[in-house]
């Protein structure tokens, strides 16, 4: 499968960002979709993944409530919602496909497939 994120920009503090993952190659629901994220000298990390059918979602701490993961399959997409950004959301994000969905955000060490970064930057 092939992925390809978008959306990044520039946003001030507290304000919003959607990000797109679209897909092509094979059918997006026979996967679990999620989001990383990696920042200048630090490893990447888990943000946020979705079940096949969208039906269950799982967040990182530092995300949660404020950041929303969704899927619409009959597009092919998978989307980040992003809310009431701070500077420390500051990152390149990655959307990933994984064959298996795991409810729990620290069995996340990374997925299947990876699409390109876009790059997010939140100022102060």
């Known amino acids: 499968v092939q992925l390809q994120a978008s959306g990044g920009g520039l946003v001030q503090a507290g304000g919003s960002l959607r990000l797109s993952c679209a897909a092509s190659g094979r059918t997006l629901s026979s996967y679990a979709m999620g989001w990383f994220r990696q920042a200048p000298g630090k490893e990447r990390e888990f943000v946020a993944a979705i079940s096949g059918s969208g039906g269950s979602t799982v967040y990182a701490d530092s995300v949660k409530g404020r950041f929303t993961i969704s899927r619409d399959n009959d597009k092919n997409t998978v989307y980040l919602q992003m809310n009431s950004l701070k500077p420390g959301d500051t990152a390149v994000y990655y959307c990933?496909?994984?064959?298996?969905?795991?409810?729990?955000?620290?069995?996340?060490?990374?997925?299947?497939?990876w699409g390109n970064g876009t790059q997010v930057t939140v100022s102060s």
């Open positions: 990933g496909a994984d064959h298996k969905y795991y409810s729990s955000s620290y069995a996340y060490n990374g997925m299947d497939y």
